[in-house]
Structure formats: structure tokens, C-alpha cells
């Protein structure tokens, strides 16, 4: 085993991606770029495929129809690939982290063994540089004092906190932050927001689904609005949020506006 | 009735003691094999291929579905006539077995499904492997979830091994019937024997109690009624609590 990510780069690539449940169409032909280093944010109504979206990047949904790279992989390339998820998809996971919006930590294991285990058991890295690398992620996400905490001992921005220095611990090249604020009260929302706005000038590829239109704008340079399975719209977010061209952003932006 | 005194309870002590070991020693071996064979089954119940599913599942409920005592029976007394003659002591462990497998199997499957799904996804998107996901979230989370239900069959083992007694096996049940039988002191003999089982059942109803709460409190979830809706007495139908 070896630390050595197997990813060229973090470049994002759907093309004409397709993805139904069972005859329902949720993806419809999605097509969009996203550089390595890129930040951007996913933006669109409730049902309209972000999450979907995100999952397949990681191969957790799988699709019918396109092809998904992600640093010059083919993740998911269904008309080349019969089995579609890339045999490698263990490997290509190392180098995506996922955060969701329910955390997800392992309940079993102490903040520090929630960090350190795929770290060691993955990875491969030694007990003692696991901890340490632990240690400081802990520091950055401002938790070095819950180490040997249980997670549901945590309020629930603390635990996404751990998520998120979780999936740092991999060193990943592309982070999908699936809308990691939507279970938090203000606060909270505050200090995970705080930690991936210090995150987002890592060089890390970052994909942002989040109703936080605020921050979306200030922590992504670039923005799109998904609506009904396909890109509605692919701009720069000062031109998105200030002079939305699609009607259905348009709409979006209005209703989501008014409540905030 | 035999006037119960403590001369007789203290001279028939050993001879039940011993035959409390033998109960005790078969149920520990039958638990052992039990929950490793369970395990197994556990995952066949929960098998993607239905041609795994389905005989599995037909064994277990079919165990489930008719008495100890007949299935215990069956092995003594039928399985002979079919050229399987089991010494009395295999039968009892090999019965016992058979069907305590397929009660833990139930146990361990309700566990792994116990398990969000989330968590598998969580594994799996850290880039471990399938078996590395069952083998480091999944398995020792179920494990907490499953032990209380365990402990709790461990104790119906226990008791069950009083079957026994109707196969000849010589554990506290026969030993007792045959002293009573000599002596005619029914009362002070099985107040002794149920005194007995007592001793060392009641323990194991308070360590599956502790070992529930403890889990509880560890994973947020578990087999135990904190994890249910609220009791409705104690909160009573209107949400106010009882006074
Ligand atoms: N596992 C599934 N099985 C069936 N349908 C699903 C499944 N997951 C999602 N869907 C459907 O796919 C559509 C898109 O869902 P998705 O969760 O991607 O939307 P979303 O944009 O993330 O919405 P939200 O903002 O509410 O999170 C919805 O209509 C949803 O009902
Ligand atoms: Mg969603």
C-alpha cells in the first residue's frame, strides 16, 4: 500500500451523464467541467439531483448512461464498462472525500480513532504519523480537546467538524460537501462554515451543495443551478447571485432570498 | 410434603451441584458453536442471492416453529431409525445447537440490518474495502447491538438444558428426578434445583440489562427499549408526563 494518490489531478469531469431510479430520471444528461483546485457551488431546488449528483462522483449511485472522470479516471463509464463502478473505485474513494449532512461518524470509535482508521487501515500509514496528522486536523477544525471523545458525546457541529477532518485525513484531491450545514443551528453552522472557507484555499477541488447562499458566493468563485436533472445554469457567482440569466435560478434566488 | 430441612438440602448440594456443571458446561459449549454458526447464517440470511436466502430461512423458522422438546426427541429417538445414532451427550449438543444457531442467527441478522446504511457508505467512501467495512463498522457495531439479546438466550440455554434430562443426559434436572425418586422428597429437591438455576440465572438477566444501556449510550441506537418509542404509561397518550 502506498500514500501516493493514483489521481493525476483533481479535474471533475460529467459528460452527458444519466442516472435513473428505477424509471425515475433524476440526472438527465448532465454535463459540466470542474478544474483541479476549482471551488464550486451547487446550487438548485430540493429534488432537483444535487446529491445524486455528488454521489455518483464517488460511485455510491451508480449511473446508466455518460461517463464520469474524475483526475483523468474514468470513475463510472457504463457504455465502455459493463459493470460500470471502476475496479479500482476502493483506490479512486482514497483520493474523494465525502461530508454529509448527518456526519456519519462511526459511533463506536473515539474522535481519534474516527480519524486515524482509514488513515492506518487504508492508507497504511504508521499508528504514531496517523495520530499526529490527527492531531494537528484536529487542531485546524478547533477540536484538539475532543480526542478522546465519543462522537455522540459531541454537539453536532463538533461531529461535522470530525467529519470533516476525517476526510482531510486522506489528503483527498476532490471534496463533495453535501449540504453539511442543513442539520446545524447557527452557530454551529458558523464554525463548520469558518473551517471550510480555510479549508477551500487548500488547492483542494471543491463541490459545494448548500442552501447558505452567503457563503456560497463568498467561498466559490463559480456557481451553478441545477434544475430537474440537467445544469441550468454555469456562471461566475457574482454573476449568478447579481444577474441570474435562467428563468428557474431566477425563481430560485427569489424565494431562497426572501427567506434569509 | 416432605418437611424440607437444611440436613437433606446440604446432603443432596453436591450431587446437584454436580449435575449443574454438566448443564452449565453444555450450555457454554452450544453457546460457543451457537454464536459462530449463527454468524455465519446471519450473513446467508442477508445474502444479495436468493438460492443462499432461501433454504436458510426455511431452517431457521421451521426451528423456530416447533418445540425443542419434539426436535430434541427427534434426534434421540427418530435419527436412530434412520442408521444415526448419536451418543446422548452429542445428540444433546449437536439439538441444542441446531436450534440455538437459528435463534441467534435472527439476533445477528436484526444486528447487521441495526447498522445504518449510512455507515457502509461512510466506510466505503474513506476507500475501505467491502470486507474491511464489514469487518471494522459494521461488525463491531452489530456486535453491540447483538450481545444483550445473547446474554438473554445464554439464560433460556440454560434453563432449556433441562431437557435434557429426558435423553438420559445426567445434568441437574435427571439427578434431581432420580434423587427424588429414591427419597420421595420432591419439595426439598426442586426448591433446591429451581434455587439453583435461579443463582445463576438472575445474574445474567442484570448483566444483559447493564450491557444495554451501556451500548445504548455508546452508539445512540440499540436492541433495547430506550431506542423504541417512549413507554406509554410513562409518557402517556397526550405527551404530558404522568404524575
Ligand atoms: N435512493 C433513491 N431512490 C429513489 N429515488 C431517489 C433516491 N435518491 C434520490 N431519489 C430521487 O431523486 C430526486 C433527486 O434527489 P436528490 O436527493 O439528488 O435531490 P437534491 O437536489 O439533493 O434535493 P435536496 O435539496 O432536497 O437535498 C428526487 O426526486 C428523489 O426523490
Ligand atoms: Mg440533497
Known sequence: ?260 | MDKMTWSDLVEFLPTLLHGLAYSLGISAVVIVLSVIAGIFVAFMRVSRFRSVRGPVLAYVEFIRCTPALVQLYYIFYVLPIFGITLQALVAGIVGFTIIYTAYLSEVFRAAINSVAKTQIEAALSLGMSPSQARRLVIIPQAARVALPPTVNYLLSLIKDTSLLSIITIQEIMFRGLILASQTFKYFTILTEIAFLYFCVCFPLTILARRLEAKFERELGYGSGPANKKKNFFAVGPWGGTKA
Open chain 1, 1 to 260: 500500500m502506498s500514500t501516493e494518490s493514483i489521481m493525476k489531478s483533481g479535474e471533475v469531469l460529467f459528460k452527458d451523464v444519466y442516472k435513473d431510479f428505477s424509471g425515475v430520471q433524476v440526472l438527465q444528461g448532465v454535463n459540466l467541467s470542474i478544474a483541479s483546485g476549482e471551488v464550486l457551488a451547487l446550487l438548485g431546488q430540493s429534488g432537483s439531483g444535487k446529491t445524486t449528483l455528488l454521489r455518483c462522483v464517488n460511485g455510491l449511485e451508480v449511473i446508466q448512461k455518460g461517463k464520469i472522470e474524475v483526475g483523468g479516471l474514468a470513475i463510472q463509464d457504463p457504455e465502455n464498462n459493463r459493470g460500470s463502478l471502476s475496479k479500482d473505485i476502493a483506490k479512486i474513494r482514497q483520493s474523494i472525500g465525502i461530508v454529509f449532512q448527518q456526519f456519519n461518524l462511526f459511533p463506536h470509535m473515539t474522535v481519534m480513532e474516527n480519524v486515524c482508521v482509514a488513515q492506518i487501515k487504508v492508507l497504511g500509514r504508521g499508528e504514531e504519523e496517523a495520530r499526529e496528522r490527527a492531531r494537528s486536523l484536529l487542531d485546524r477544525v478547533g477540536l484538539s480537546e475532543k480526542a478522546e471523545s465519543r462522537p455522540l458525546q459531541l454537539s453536532g457541529g463538533q461531529q461535522q467538524r470530525v467529519a470533516i477532518a476525517r476526510t482531510l485525513a486522506m489528503d483527498p484531491r476532490v471534496l463533495l460537501l453535501d449540504e453539511v450545514t442543513s442539520s446545524l443551528d447557527p452557530q454551529m453552522t458558523n464554525d463548520v462554515l469558518r473551517v471550510i472557507s480555510d479549508v477551500s484555499k487548500d488547492g483542494i477541488t471543491l463541490i459545494v451543495v448548500t442552501h447558505e447562499m452567503g457563503f456560497a458566493r463568498h467561498v466559490a468563485k463559480r456557481a451553478v443551478f441545477m434544475h430537474e436533472g440537467v445544469i441550468a445554469e454555469d456562471a461566475p457567482s457574482e454573476q449568478l447571485f447579481e444577474n441570474p440569466q435562467n428563468e428557474n435560478t431566477k425563481k430560485f434566488l427569489a424565494a431562497v432570498l426572501s427567506h434569509q
